[in-house]
């Protein structure tokens, strides 16, 4: 295994949502993602006010990709991490940290929101997701039956031929 | 292995595409997200260079649909081919749940098919996986070519104990993409089915 799976879920899921409810609420950003470090979306938020975002699943692929490079570069370099990104255009933010060596917190924000809370309030979010993220290494082993396979072979069938 | 959102009801898998330069591996994914319904995909992200040679990677996200309750859904990855990508190459292979090995057929890409299987294991090496855990398929592309090698003898230098799943395709004409796509999805599927290897 490359590195560990991320299963999200019950009341662990929950609370992750509420930090990063209580996140976009404090700062005024309006996307809010948790990304795990192969790309795939754990948890997303936005703002009540905020337009539909754009695709998600390119944003989280992009997002990692840009994050093991970043880390590659730090290695290359003799730093162990860079543990953040700031991606600053003339509209907006894309700001990036991580969350434990699991995950990447991921906020996206107009240019008039101060950098700075939101640096501070992502830290405390940091703090107490990756807390709950590392309970999940206690987490039961996830299992499917064997009908699993068998719909998902169906799938397969329907939209493959 | 995939990321199972268990609140979201969802499950993540990741499959790369993999190969030696120009062997295809972008063409496959053109042809899945050509035609795919829409619905069914998402947008297709190129890292390409000017000349439209894979810089870092190219990118598809697929839904399968629901099984048991669960939205499952394939990443489709190509990984740059060119000798000098390792880096980029061995980033992508980051949390692989398959692979699809393509290969081409042209008389003079024999040895670059074999240094590039040769890197992939070197790179999945480095991440602590062995070759022969990971569901994977061989895909023999560029059959349509004239002096096409044969397929023995492509097999001969990638999978010389004839382990692989192996598909004959003509991809900038379709032919053996879904095949193959289909036969990796079901491989990596049946594994989240055998409880030891779910996570």
Redesign the interface.
């Given at each position: 295994m490359i590195e560990p799976s991320l299963a999200l879920y019950g009341e662990l899921f929950e609370q992750v949502e509420q930090h990063l409810d209580e996140l976009l609420a404090a700062t005024g950003v309006r996307y809010c993602l948790l990304v795990d470090r192969k790309g795939f979306v754990l948890s997303h938020k936005e703002a009540l006010w905020a337009p539909r975002p754009p695709a998600l699943d390119s944003i989280a692929t992009l997002v990692a990709s840009n994050a093991a490079a970043t880390g590659a570069l730090a290695n290359m370099l003799g730093e162990s991490t860079f543990s953040e990104q700031i991606h600053q255009g003339e509209q907006g933010v894309l700001y990036v940290e991580s969350v434990g060596s699991n995950a990447l917190l991921t906020m996206i924000f107009d240019s008039s929101v101060p950098i700075g809370r939101v640096k501070v309030y992502a830290k405390k979010t940091i703090a107490a997701v990756s807390g709950l993220l590392q309970t999940l290494q206690d987490a039961p082993p996830v299992a499917f039956d064997q009908n699993f396979s068998v719909s998902a072979n169906a799938l397969l069938d329907d939209l493959l031929g | 292995?995939?990321?199972?959102?268990?609140?979201?009801r969802e499950i993540?898998c990741?499959i790369v595409y993999y190969g030696p330069g120009m062997s295809g591996k972008t063409t496959n994914l053109k042809h899945v997200f050509s035609r795919?319904p829409d619905h069914?995909r998402?947008?297709m992200?190129s890292l390409a260079t000017e000349d439209e040679r894979t810089l870092?990677?190219d990118?598809l996200?697929l839904d399968?649909?629901s099984?048991?309750g669960f939205k499952?859904?394939f990443?489709l990855y190509t990984v740059p081919g060119q000798v000098f990508y390792n880096?980029?190459r061995k980033?992508?292979?980051?949390?692989?749940d398959g692979i699809v090995f393509v290969a081409d057929s042209a008389p003079n890409r024999l040895r670059a098919n074999a240094e590039s299987m040769r890197n992939l294991r070197e790179n999945l090496l480095e991440?602590?996986?062995d070759i022969r855990t990971i569901p994977m398929v061989l895909q023999v592309n560029k059959r349509d070519i004239e002096g096409a090698l044969p397929t023995a003898m492509i097999r001969a230098v990638i999978d010389p104990k004839s382990e692989l799943n192996l598909i004959e395709a003509v991809a900038h004409q379709g032919q053996g993409v879904?095949?193959t796509?289909?036969a990796v999805?079901?491989m990596v599927?049946?594994r989240?089915?055998q409880?030891s290897q779910?996570?």
């Open positions: - | 292995m995939s990321t199972i959102n268990f609140a979201g993540n990741k795919v069914l998402g947008e992200v870092f990677f990118f996200p399968l649909g099984v048991q499952t859904r990443h880096a980029s980033l992508i292979l980051r949390g692989v991440h602590g996986l879904f095949e796509l289909k999805s079901k599927l049946e989240l089915s409880p779910a996570q």
